[in-house]
């Protein structure tokens, strides 16, 4: 028997266990200061991170913070100067010229001239460029060059383009300096944005502070901003009931879990919208009178309700978000109308598949086609890597007969030209419609309002019968706030809206 | 009683004579110890060739292309191409294996493709990290096993066994994930004294530090905590009803001196095992506990490559976290030669 050293082992080991994790708990081991430091859960990017070339929503945060670019949209959509003080079309429509800000610096204290614009600009639109932003110009921008003065930018189209101020709030856009070398902005991260970054670990978090050459530096009231990565949502979610950060989108799971009345909601604009989108090329979407029984069969407050949480709007199947300035006119709003959906199928069922990497969209569209008669639907859910996996030809998202895939918010011309056009890229649908491509270019060459009018109605008409993408809904960005949080938002955290912090303050 | 006897059995010049005798007798049989070491070591590179084969295999069946992920999806098949041949992933997989391991071998171990940083920067950087939190939930895993199987074996077969019985076995049927939302929930949320996030910023204040990594600490600790401490009970059991127990209490030690040259090492021989395995595993980062508290551990690190292709930083990764493993257990393979001696005969045999 060893009763006295089993009592001694036993009484020094939990000592032992005690003592450790009550030290780690001690008052003197209290948080660092994060006062006036606005704190955010993101993803690991898993991705390098450079401005010209980020294309995952956290990377973009992450290079987004530091950067600035030429002009954004607030919650509104409208037009926002930021590194543009002004920007004028010419009578042809063929020359936008942009007049850089006067005593704009960057982070490192060189100013933001007009070659520094002209450069960032020819490296996102290079040949050789693996820009995400170079899309966006596809087909548009011809060239750019210095102006006839030191301050302004030359952009020259190939065709008129009215909205093309709005191409420059697409990602990728942040004005980097003339000669900025890809791949290294991590260890020289280069920027005229509001923040400066500090540190940046991989897998662990990013810490900026304010950057006081910022133009607008009155405007950020905050210190700085902390990025702190999270793999788990479930550690996120309890991380921002610990108080460790100050915003958490307000979806499903979250609210239900949450004392929603202890956070403010706030909202942003509209941030994104998941398409439907069916392959016309192939059975059983290349039946018009399918893809209409499909879109009277959804039940878009349904997706709102349970996809969406409520943060949503019902949309009808056309590609203008409602903030957009010229809305659609005279077409019936579409809901769920089981009659129409049996007289277009006449008795057949049709059966296809889900393929989508948006697990909680695809359950739910399927349990509400499942109730309705005619359509027998299975699900293909992937993982992000395993949806997007291969080259166009083959990849699941632009080849499935059914695939779910979200897009961040655009022009509607340019939605025209990178998923209806013929043989666009990202055509997922596998559709062309001459009519439409070259009412979308008559769209963007006018300037007069009731043209414009009766050309976005042409457009809309077109999306709304044809039914290459049905769109449900147009989502927003809606978050619960720590309440020491003061101020608004202009628009969400994004590329297009700048990130901008401005009027935002933080007040224990 | 035998635990009251006074008598000084280690400071008689006898018992230090006849020690020194008997290690002076088994000097011959501890020449066996440089060649289990080295045919261990030696055993480590073929170990890992083999790992290494089987992961670029497997990655390669794994759908998903390097140069996309690294692109994203708006990158169109052109730039993937260019970007895919610029980072060296075209042509066969014997090509490109061996490519690798040409670089693996020389000390070049490639750029991460997702993060475009050197792998081995990354790598290194988490595994200290890794071993940090594998360290602490070791020291808090070791005492509390001992104690808790010391306790039960004290109380054999009696109340506090059984508690302490039911209570372990129903924390390993617990899992290590669902553990850690607990313990979060009632130290972060509720009585908010440990912080979520392990890898918050805490500068350089290593009280912070330990204070942040004290809920993955105890998560990864809890999940072995049962078969170890059941372990130690068995062996302490073992030991106590052994036959060399008794003769040792029988020719007058101390009770002291019985449980320490006896029962602890005999009880500890089982535990030494496990012990082993667990280290290993422990120092190569859980990717659960790391990817919950959201700490940089390599872990966490190796299951971000492997969902993004990530060969270069997921090869590098598995040979470190191999390596670690192998030679968690050849310290396993000393501790045994220290602890028992019958292993020490064994080899020089």
Known sequence: MAPPLARSLAVAALALLTIVPLAACSPAADAATTDDVYRIGILDPGSDIDPLTVADYNAQLIAGLVGEGLISLNAEGELESRLATDWTASDDGLTWTITVRDGALFNDGSPVTAADVVATFQAITADDSVSAGKSAFDGILASVA?????????????????DFPRLLTGTNTAILPAGYEPGNWLKNPIGAGQFVLDSYTVGESAVYSKNPDYWNADAIKVDGVELKVYADVQAKLLAFQAGELDRIEATSDTVSALDVSQYNTITAGYNKFDGIFLNTSVAPFNDPTVREALAWAIDRQG????????????????????????????LEQREQNLDKVAELLDGRTISFQITTDNQLYAEVLQQQLSAVPGFDVELNVLTSEQYYAGDNSVTPWLNAPLSITNWAVRGPSQYIGLIFQTGADWN??????PTLEAASVAFDSATDDAERQDLVNQIATIQYDDLAVIVPTFSRAELLQDKRVKGEFAGPLDFYTGYSFAGVSIED | MTTSSPRPVTTTPTSRGSRGRGLEALRERHSGIPALIGKRLLQIPFVLLVVSILIYWLVEIVPGDPGRNALGPYATDEQVLLWNQQHGFVGSVLERYIHWLGGFVTGSWGESIIYGEPASDLILGRLGNSLLLGAYAFVLLVPAAIALGAVQAYWEARRPDRVITITLMSLAAIPEFVIGVILLIVFAVVLAVLPVHAAGDVGDNPLLRLRAMTLPAITLALGYLAVLARMVRTGAIESITAQYHRTAVLKGLTTGEVVRRHVVRNALIPTVSLLGIYLGTLLGGSAVVETLFGYPGLGALIVTATEKKDIVLLEAGVMVTGLVALLALLLTDLLFLVIDPRVRFEEAK
Do not use: I
């Open chain 1, 428 to 433: 997922a649908s596998h559709y062309s419609n």
């Open chain 1, 146 to 162: 210095e102006g006839t003065d030191a301050a302004t930018v030359d952009f020259t189209l190939v065709r008129p383009f009215s």
């Open chain 1, 303 to 330: 997706l709102v309700d349970n996809v969406y949480n409520g943060t949503a709007d019902v949309a009808n199947d056309v590609l203008y978000f409602p903030n957009y300035p010229v809305q659609p006119e005279g």
